[in-house]
């Protein structure tokens, strides 16, 4: 036969295209991604085609099984879509070694703000943004979501004290300084702005009980002298207070709102000739205070030192015009002199430097 007729009698071989069959490629694709680690990729969208092998890749490395229309869980990250994942993914290495105290959040806790999401957020960084923005409410929730995650974090108890005190939520900021003590056992500071607070709301009794507390962690700071002087003072407790106020002078001489204090307790005690010596170097140290100079004034006038008296009035409503009080008190001592005028001072007590 033809060799070239035998060969256009013989039919040609059917080419059949080479196909991953459907089991297997469900098999190894998802163990291809996870090898390559974009299982960790879940945060990132991906074209619509990838996002089946992403969700097959990411239970295969958790060990679970496809659950078909679970909900989803947000991110806390704007910007990203939503997860596919049916249940959070697993903690990355850094949490899963961090201490169980650290991570486990506190029941009851009235300073965290329960929340979930898909991958670590730093709330904190996020709140000071909020806060340079001035949205104090947006960084409080941020900083209460950071002690979700993470109790005991001291920079976010700092943190939330000093922007609930600054949003006027001041039972938060008592809380938050509280729980900053507990957290640093030899520091005093978190005490004594806990015990400031304190008085600022007329809980005398507790303050002193911070104070006292602040006092054995650090009995050479005068702020703690100062605040437990104020606590007293408050509780209408004079000798307390003087003795308090004058152990803050020893250790600060130049504490000029300490030295208003205390020549105001002398004042309440009717010791005005010792009144009228801390006054004057609490006005020389605070020259633009408008209470210090009307305190100065009440206790010169009861000495009879009208001169002075109508002096220190005139500088305390020059200071401050809308300051009643030292009004009323320079437009008296114009009128007649009086032996025995009332000291004053501002909401409910004089002013202290932060």
């Not at 297997?24 to 996002?51: F, Q, S, T, Y």
């Not at 078909?68 to 049916?86: I, K, Q």
């Not at 005398?204 to 050479?220: S, W, Y």
Request: charged share 20%; with cysteine.
């Amino acid at each position: 036969m033809n060799p070239k007729t035998r060969t256009r009698s013989r039919r040609p071989a059917s080419f059949r295209r080479f196909t991953v069959p459907p089991a297997l490629r469900k098999a190894l694709i998802p163990a291809a991604l996870a090898a390559l680690g974009l299982a960790a990729w879940e945060d990132v969208p991906l074209p619509r085609l990838l996002k089946p092998w992403l969700v097959h890749a990411v239970e295969a490395r958790a060990g679970q099984a496809p659950v078909a229309a679970a909900p989803t869980l947000p991110l806390e990250s704007a910007g990203h879509e939503p997860s596919l994942m049916a249940a959070p993914r697993p903690m990355d290495e850094a949490a899963a070694e961090a201490p169980a105290a650290v991570q486990a959040p506190v029941p009851g806790d009235a300073l965290a703000l329960p929340h979930t999401h898909a991958r670590r957020v730093d709330h904190v960084a996020r709140a000071l943004g909020l806060r340079e923005l001035g949205d104090l409410s947006g960084a409080v929730t941020e900083l209460r979501r950071a002690l979700h995650d993470d109790p005991g974090a001291t920079d976010a108890l700092a943190q939330l004290a000093r922007t609930a005190r600054l949003s006027g939520d001041t039972k938060l900021a008592i809380d938050a300084y509280a729980r900053l003590g507990q957290a640093e056992p030899h520091e005093a500071g978190a005490l004594v702005q806990q015990a400031r607070l304190l008085v600022a709301e007329g809980r005398f009794a507790e303050a002193v009980h911070v104070g006292e507390e602040a006092l054995l962690r650090d009995p050479e700071d005068p702020e703690v002298y100062q605040v437990l002087g104020r606590a007293h003072l408050g509780a209408n407790e004079l000798a307390s207070a003087i003795l308090r106020f004058q152990q803050a002078v020893h250790l600060d001489p130049e504490h000029g709102h300490a030295l208003n204090n205390l020549g105001f307790a002398y004042l309440r005690a009717n010791d005005n000739a010792r009144a009228v010596e801390v006054l004057a170097q609490a006005a020389s140290l605070l020259p633009h205070v408008a209470y210090v100079q009307n305190n100065l004034g009440v206790a010169c006038e009861r000495l009879g030192r009208l001169e002075e008296a109508r002096a220190a009035y005139a500088a305390a409503t020059r200071l401050s015009p809308r300051y009643v009080q030292a009004r009323v008190n320079a437009e008296r001592v114009g009128r007649v002199a009086r032996a025995d005028p009332a000291p004053v001072l501002p909401e409910p007590l004089p002013p202290v430097a932060p």
